[in-house]
């Protein structure tokens, strides 16, 4: 999920559909349906022009899409679809993108405008999907699931700094507007965790700013029809 700039236009994946849903926030109208590539995961969009992009790890591709008119582009491939299982997205200003890879171990750097894979840093974690960057560009963080750690990435070198254990799987991770290191969210325990890079440590789970999950009486559109998962709380460590 992406929310626009503006925070008026909020941009969801739907795998069941293949598909990217745009909803206004305000009032939760859905606005149009983008077709994507096979099981739509994350989405970034750029600060520097209309575009958007979309993970489909089933495709080992990235969807590009405008913003403005809400239309599909093109797909730019990553690799092989049967390998690469692209899933996290993030850049600082959308010039270059940076992509986790899942079971390929291996963080991609994608050229949008060249429209291909430029660089790729192997054995950056077991199973990376989410990720973040710091608001500099220097370090990439990954959310890697089945070893519980999270990676801390020099992007220019491409040199592996660290790895951060915080428990559980780990599968997403975030920039938390005003905080120094980015959060990563855990199932079970359903809370952000703000990682704390320099001592390699995560403090233990915060109760304050919970965000209770939707309840049969939301007004929220149902986008991925009936039986879908419905998100669990989350919890910001501040």
């Not at 730019?76 to 899942?102: E, W």
């Not at 973040?132 to 040199?159: E, F, H, L, Q």
Request: glycine share 10%; proline share 8%; charged share 20%.
């Amino acid at each position: 999920m992406a929310v626009s700039a503006d925070d008026r236009t909020v941009y969801v994946t739907c795998e069941t559909s293949n598909s990217i849903y745009v909803v206004e926030a305000a009032s939760l109208k859905v606005l149009a349906q983008i077709p994507t590539g096979k099981r739509p995961r994350a989405i970034y969009l750029s600060s520097h022009d209309q575009r958007g992009y979309a993970t489909d790890e089933f495709a080992g591709a990235l969807t590009v899409f405008d913003t403005h008119d809400y239309k599909a582009l093109t797909s730019i491939a990553l690799g092989d679809p049967g390998v690469v299982r692209p899933m996290g997205i993030a850049s600082v200003d959308g010039r270059k993108l940076y992509v986790t890879t899942g079971r390929f171990a291996a963080l991609l750097e994608v050229d949008p405008q060249a429209g291909r894979v430029i660089r790729t840093v192997d054995k950056i974690g077991q199973r990376p999907w989410g990720l973040a960057m710091s608001r500099d560009g220097a370090k990439a963080y990954t959310a890697n699931g089945p070893s519980g750690d999270v990676s801390v990435i020099d992007v220019a070198s491409g040199r592996l700094e660290a790895r951060i254990q915080v428990g559980g799987s780990p599968w997403g991770a975030a920039d938390l507007p005003g905080a120094r290191t980015p959060a990563v969210a855990t199932p079970g325990g359903s809370r952000l965790k703000a990682l704390r890079a320099l001592r390699g440590s995560c403090p233990g789970p915060s109760t304050r700013n919970a965000a209770p999950a939707p309840t049969a009486h939301s007004s929220a559109p149902a986008l991925c029809g009936p039986g879908t998962a419905r998100p669990s709380s989350l919890r910001l460590c501040r």
